[in-house]
């Protein structure tokens, strides 16, 4: 009974196509028609393939964005070219300090236009209600205060220069040094201007709230003076993490970080050397990537398994279809270009389905505790990924079509 | 609905909406600009050092002989005071009662000379009576002897008695001398820079951390230069130098070389913190600047350049 009326189908249609039987677009219709015949079938591939596009976009854009927030820090100090520090530092958080002289020696060497100390170490915080939080301690040069946060909500950075005044970031504020709150159990109350906290028994008064892209370990950023960091910090006999230096304009970096090494014996390295720097030591001693690395694997290889077994069941399914199209003479060439339609068809749009699901995913996440970061490199990332994918799934199918005897149309 | 058409605008409007979210997360971080701007040399090749104002006499800690009591200030942060001048005075009610102890003890040795002169004169009478006599039988010979020694002894007690005039008069030197050195007085023409006393309070004598007085000439200002000594094989006397203000890189000077001194000194961090860290060695060269170029106050601190010889050439010294 089914094959009477599949053969009826076919008669049908073969009296309709014999018209224009050479005519792509017919044929483009053709495969469209036998693709989404059965809407099951291409609702399975479609969403294999949006599973395997979304998996494939949004762990690498998580993974980016843990990254990236491992020299965050770096980055938001975007006003110096060059960082100069103890030869042996290995990243951004890894401190060792150098003696105040050096900051003299780095400013002497030609080609500098001027070189400011930085201070920045890890100092407890005592809170309103007797705990401790370990804090991020900036400290910046007194006089021009370089390297400050980027974005200030609440004062200005010039109201660093007020006594005792430190300015926290605004998650810090909000979160890990904010107030207990009155009610057991509810939430804490924010820091305000005007709070004032205890660094290492010393009294700090916050004169500014700023935001700062969110760090690695996610502890509260202070930002202070030099001095007053360096009388913040415990007595040791050197205190100065970092020099921050700006070329001469015209001054080429490598070349200036070559000089400064040769000079001084300390490392330096342009913004972006120390940033890849910082990201080289988290690839190769947390095991980060390795997690996300087999997060990708397996969203391809289900995605795969998914959208290939389907779609190459959708192509045996329409195989009495490709045999009429073979019989009436339909070159191989035409009907390996309408399943590659199919294969393209379904991949944009799964494809377009996952990155949108994605990006809704990063939105929605934007205000969060979340790490995301999404590149146009991962749009092409996932869209090679998908490809490769339909390309998997279209080949068993071409194979079969290929390989088919237009004789099957009349076998029982 | 039409499954055919519904996808493919989902999938359409997905890739646009990532596509914007991927331009929309990405943008640069601003960046923070500097407060004021960074002051940067003048000159090609220079060595940086941080420089401390001083006045050309350099800060007078001003000391007191003697510990005491503080009794009047008689000047203010701000004076200009000449040489000689007096600073303070010291409680000096004791010494003054001491003076006048050792006066009383003066007119008690005076009176005395008085006294031994008057017996020198009645001894002198009686013995030259008995001189006078020329027939040996109408004295006793012992009476003669005795009345020659009461003159002699007479003498002597006279010069006893003036000698006690002498000690005495030393004696009130001393003490006018210990009532001078209550009173602090300037040991040059200058500024009181600072005041650390005030009446009432115990000036301890020695050297203090914290000095009682600080007294510099202003009329000249200099600037005290630590150069590092890894740099101080590069510094040339007769190099230009100059001068920037912390805070305002407009404001700057061009430094003359006063004097370098010889001896290199270990740095002290200028944090003005109690426990000064030592660093390293520096040596310290000091340059003279004309004071109306900046508003500039002792103890403030600069950025000081000072032109060096290129040395990239053979590239510094490595460490």
């Known amino acids: 009974m089914n094959t009477l009326v599949r053969c009826q189908f076919s008669l049908h249609d073969k009296l309709k196509l014999s018209l224009a039987i050479r005519e792509l677009k017919t044929m483009n219709h053709i495969a469209i028609k036998m693709l989404m015949g059965d809407k099951g079938k291409y609702l399975g591939i479609v969403m294999g393939l949006t599973f395997a596009s979304l998996i494939m976009t949004q762990q690498p854009a998580i993974f980016l964005g843990l990254m990236s927030r491992s020299y965050s820090f770096i980055s938001d100090v975007g006003l110096p070219d060059i960082w100069v520090m103890d030869a042996k530092v290995q990243f951004i958080d890894d401190i060792k300090p150098l003696q105040d002289t050096e900051l003299y020696r780095v400013r002497g060497i030609s080609g500098v236009k001027w070189a400011m100390p930085m201070y920045k170490g890890l100092l407890k915080a005592r809170l309103v209600d007797g705990t401790f ?23 200005k950075l010039a109201d660093l220069r007020r006594s005792d005044g430190i300015i926290v970031d605004i998650d810090g504020a909000t979160d890990k040094l904010g107030k207990p709150s009155p009610i057991p159990g509810g939430k804490t109350i924010p820091l305000k201007v005007g709070d004032s906290l205890e660094l ?32 913040y910090a415990p007595k040791e006999r050197k205190l100065l993490s970092f020099v921050l230096v700006k070329a001469k304009p015209g001054q080429d970096l490598t070349e200036l970080t070559r000089r400064i090494r040769a000079a001084t014996g300390l490392a330096a390295y342009t913004q972006k050397e120390f940033m890849s720097l910082t990201y080289e ?7 980060i990537p390795i997690n996300f690395g087999i997060s990708v694997l397996l969203g391809f290889i289900v995605g795969a398994a998914i959208a290939g077994q389907t779609f190459y069941n ?17 070159s191989n060439w035409i009907l390996l270009r309408m399943i590659l339609l199919q294969a393209v068809l379904v991949g944009t749009i799964g494809y377009g389905l996952g990155v949108g699901l994605t990006a809704i995913f990063g939105y929605s996440m934007r205000h969060s505790i979340l790490a995301f970061k999404f590149t146009w490199e991962l749009l092409l990332f996932s869209g090679t990924g998908v490809s490769l994918i339909c390309i998997f799934a279209a080949l068993i199918s071409i194979i079969k079509v290929i390989r088919l005897e237009p004789a099957i149309v009349f076998k029982g | 609905m ?30 923070a600009a500097a407060v004021a701007p960074p002051s940067s040399a003048p000159f090609k090749s220079f060595i940086a050092g941080a420089g401390i104002v001083e006045p050309k006499s350099r800060n007078i800690s001003i000391g007191t002989p003697l510990p005491g009591i503080v009794k009047t200030l008689v000047v203010k942060v701000g004076d200009k005071v000449k040489a000689g001048a007096p600073l303070f005075y010291l409680d000096d009610r004791d010494t003054r009662a001491e003076l006048a102890v050792k006066l009383a003890d003066l007119a008690k040795a005076k009176a005395d000379v008085g006294i031994e002169k008057a017996s020198l004169v009645d001894t002198k009478t009686l013995s030259n009576l008995a001189e006078a006599i020329t027939d040996r039988r109408a004295i006793s010979s012992e009476e003669l002897l005795k009345r020659r020694n009461a003159l002699l002894i007479s003498t002597a007690k006279l010069d006893s008695a003036k000698a006690l005039v002498q000690q005495a008069e030393a004696a009130l030197a001393d003490t006018q001398t210990t009532l001078a050195r209550l009173v602090i007085e300037a040991p040059i023409d ?24 600080v007294l510099g000439n202003m009329d000249q200002l200099h ?36 004097y370098v001194e010889p001896f290199v000194v270990p740095k002290k961090s200028l944090t003005g913190d109690s426990t000064e860290r030592v660093d390293t060695r520096v040596l310290q060269a000091l340059y003279s600047f004309e004071r109306n170029q900046l508003p500039v106050y002792v103890g403030q601190q600069m950025d000081v350049f000072i032109e060096a010889k290129d040395s990239s050439d053979n590239g510094g010294a490595p460490l």
């Open chain 1, 133 to 155: 939080q370990t804090c991020n301690v900036v400290g910046l040069d007194d006089a021009t205060l370089i390297g400050g946060p980027p974005v200030m909500l609440e004062g």
């Open chain 1, 200 to 231: 290492n028994d010393h009294r700090a008064i916050i004169v500014g709230i700023a935001k700062v892209t969110r760090t690695f370990q996610s502890q509260p950023v202070i930002y202070t003076t030099y001095s007053r960091a360096k009388s």
């Open chain 1, 281 to 287: 030591y988290f690839m190769h001693n947390t095991g």
């Open chain 1, 314 to 330: 959708s192509t045996l399914e329409n195989l009495r279809q490709f045999g009429v199209l073979k019989a009436m003479g339909t």
């Open chain 2, 2 to 31: 039409q499954i055919k058409y519904t996808l493919p605008i989902l999938a359409v409007a997905g890739f646009l909406f990532a596509a914007y979210t991927v331009v929309n997360s990405n943008k640069p971080i601003p960046v």
């Open chain 2, 190 to 213: 200058g500024e009181v820079l600072q005041v650390n006393i005030r009446p009432g309070e115990f000036a301890q004598a020695g050297a203090l951390t914290t000095p009682l007085l």
């Open chain 2, 223 to 258: 600037v005290r230069v630590d150069i590092d000594e890894n740099d101080a094989w590069r510094f040339a006397k007769n190099s230009m130098a100059v001068a920037f203000l912390r805070g305002n890189r407009n404001f700057k000077a061009d430094l003359t070389l006063a």
